[in-house]
């Protein structure tokens, strides 16, 4: 049972990180590998405020969203000047930057030590037992996914379809591409630093190991097989990825060669997607 | 003093190493026009195919190698054939084959982790009481001597062979316009084939120098890869003299930036100079 919940707090994580992300490359376009980067981001301003300033966690998690908005915003502003390939790899590059920093900045992050001793919810309610914390996870996912639905189905969200379509097109209406770009990259970015603080509050450690570029390989994994452009789509593909992997775990492999393989068949899932079929399962839009 | 010239003599090998990834790179890069990846797993294939046959098979460490670049190189030209290639034909775009090889990158390298561990190991074979020679006050070792002026014999090499060859011309050619080339009678499958041949044997030629030089680990694809993809962008993408300029440029600006500050973050300031670069003049420093 105790296991179930874990699973179940982790697939709930990952599908915020997943919707979140969703946005940006599903509806947008952009083709983001930095989703662990504010997810890392958000995850440590929020065990940071929690540990060294001892606040309440709702309030630690405000300010992780509005921290992780702020560096979003900067990175943002270089970011939307590109598109297609370069984004992917520039983005990729904010994503090493963002580790290095949370590597070697120590007197902030205690560097590879790691933060440990976080402090479990707590607010009217005391969420420090897994079922509440489930429970309190499963209202993170609603809420998001509910902001989500509204922003993709309001005219803010058409514009976005737009520019993945056709961003000259859309230009030549009159709208400011960029600040667009830039809206729904700051929007995911906050989403995904409530997921770090879930995160670093459930785990009650964190290091920068958990923030690398393969993280955010996994997330855009999870989107693409379950569908670009549909969120209901990213919350399967969290499913079926968080899930999937612990076969392996009671197939009998050692540890160390469970995480490889896990690796491993994050990295076959995309290439036969890409051949056979680039959509994923739910999608509505191919890269 | 004589920091400076160590500081030089390192940026120098640095850019050496960073150049045989950038070439390879680079090379693909012209004729199939995608961020391939997968050219950083392929220099992690080189390293351990050296280290299991010195190792395990106790070979000789030239026949190792030799078929060290020999797999490495085979290895780019399968995944071109199971995977791109199919992809190519369907004319997808330049994403799905940048996420093609992403997974392409993540499961080999995990494959290899899964057979070989990940952890750090040495080829060593020669490291262990080797020549050291040293120039003004800094020093190199014979496999860093190496290095260097291997790669500036992979690189003329490969300058002749473009310049002087039909097969050259047949890649310049479908650098130009994959469509055209077809039509007027050139086989683009084939040659795109051999060109990854060619540019992931150098690759894994790079991951055995580097494990020579310090040691080889199924993560540093990753390092390598992003090291020559860089230095092919600011060098000017698609541009064999440019990719060898970066390189350098990469080489010196990394090796002085750690001077200041601490070494970890050699790879953050490695992407400060992309970024720069690409906001202010992003078409590198030589125009293809």
Redesign the interface.
């Known amino acids: 049972m105790e296991y179930l919940t874990h699973l179940a707090i982790l697939f709930f994580i990952y599908a915020i990180l997943g919707v979140s992300l969703n946005l940006v490359v599903g509806y947008t376009g952009l083709?983001s590998s930095a989703h662990a980067a504010f997810y890392g981001i958000g995850a440590y301003a929020t065990a940071i405020a929690l540990t060294s300033l001892h606040i309440n966690f709702f309030l630690s998690l405000a300010a992780g969203i509005i921290i992780t908005g702020i560096i979003a915003f900067l990175i943002g502003i270089?970011l939307s000047?590109?598109r297609?390939?370069?984004y992917?790899?520039?983005s990729?590059?904010?994503n090493?930057?963002v580790y290095?920093?949370l590597?070697?900045w120590q007197g902030l992050t205690r560097g590879p030590l790691g933060m440990p001793g976080i402090p479990r919810p707590e607010f009217v309610f005391d969420f420090s037992s897994n079922i509440s914390f489930l429970i309190l996870s499963f209202l993170f996912v609603i809420v998001i996914y509910i902001i989500s639905r509204f922003l993709v189905a309001s005219s803010f969200g058409r514009v976005l379809k737009a520019i993945r379509e056709d961003e000259q097109a859309v230009q030549v209406f009159g709208y400011n591409t960029n600040y667009y770009k830039l809206a729904i990259f700051v929007i995911s970015a906050g989403m995904a630093a409530a997921a770090g603080s879930l995160f670093a509050s459930y785990i009650t450690f964190i290091d920068p190991s958990s923030f690398t570029?393969?993280e955010s390989?996994f997330i855009?994994a999870v989107i693409?097989l379950g569908g670009l452009s549909n969120l209901r789509g990213s919350i399967l593909g969290a499913f079926i990825l968080v899930l999937l992997p612990e076969a392996l775990r009671f197939a009998g492999f050692p540890q160390?060669?469970a995480a490889?393989?896990?690796?491993?068949?994050?990295?076959?899932?995309?290439?036969f997607?890409?051949?056979f079929r680039?959509q994923g399962l739910l999608g509505e839009y191919?890269? | 003093m004589e920091i400076i010239s160590q500081l030089t003599l390192n940026s120098i090998i640095a850019g050496a190493i960073y150049t045989l990834m950038a070439l390879g790179f680079n090379l693909i890069y012209g004729v199939v026009k995608?961020?391939n990846l997968a050219h950083g797993v392929v220099a992690v294939i080189g390293g351990y195919t050296v280290f299991l046959l010195t190792g395990a098979l106790g070979l000789n460490l030239y026949l190792s190698a030799a078929a060290g670049v020999f797999f490495a190189g085979l290895a780019g030209y399968g995944f071109d054939k199971l995977?791109f290639l199919?992809?190519r034909r369907r004319k997808?775009?330049?994403?799905?084959?940048?996420?093609?090889s992403?997974?392409?990158?993540?499961?080999?390298?995990?494959?290899i982790?899964?057979f070989f561990?990940?952890e750090f190991r040495t080829l060593g074979a020669v490291s262990a009481g080797e020549n050291i020679y040293s120039f003004s006050g800094g020093v190199i070792t014979q496999t860093q001597l190496i290095i260097l002026i291997s790669g500036m014999l992979i690189m003329l090499g490969l300058t002749t062979v473009l310049n002087r060859t039909i097969f050259g011309k047949a890649i310049k050619a479908i650098n130009d316009d994959a469509e055209v080339a077809r039509i007027v009678g050139i086989d683009t499958d084939r040659i795109t084939g051999h060109v990854f041949f060619i540019g992931s044997a150098i690759a894994g030629f790079a991951g055995i120098l580097v494990g020579f030089d310090t040691g080889i680990q199924p993560t540093m694809g990753?390092g390598l890869l992003?090291k020559g993809?860089i230095a092919s962008?600011i060098g000017g993408v698609g541009n064999i003299y440019g990719g060898v300029l970066g390189s350098f440029l990469l080489g010196f600006v990394e090796n002085f930036g750690i001077w200041k500050v601490?070494g970890?973050?050699k790879?953050?300031i490695a992407?400060?100079l992309?970024?720069l670069f690409?906001?202010v003049r992003p078409e590198g420093i030589m125009k293809r």
Do not use: H
Request: proline fraction near 3%; glycine fraction near 4%; charged fraction near 5%.
């Open positions: 083709l270089v000047r590109f297609g390939d370069y992917a790899l520039v990729l590059g904010f090493v930057i290095s920093v590597l070697n570029v393969m390989v855009l693409i160390a060669i490889q393989m896990r690796q491993m068949v994050y990295g076959l899932c995309l290439i997607l890409m051949l680039p191919k890269l | 995608f961020f995977v199919p992809l997808t775009s330049s994403m799905v084959l940048l996420v093609a992403l997974g392409v990158f993540t499961s080999a390298q995990a494959i982790a899964i561990t990940s990753m992003l993809v962008i601490p970890e973050w790879e953050a992407f400060f992309l970024i690409l906001l």
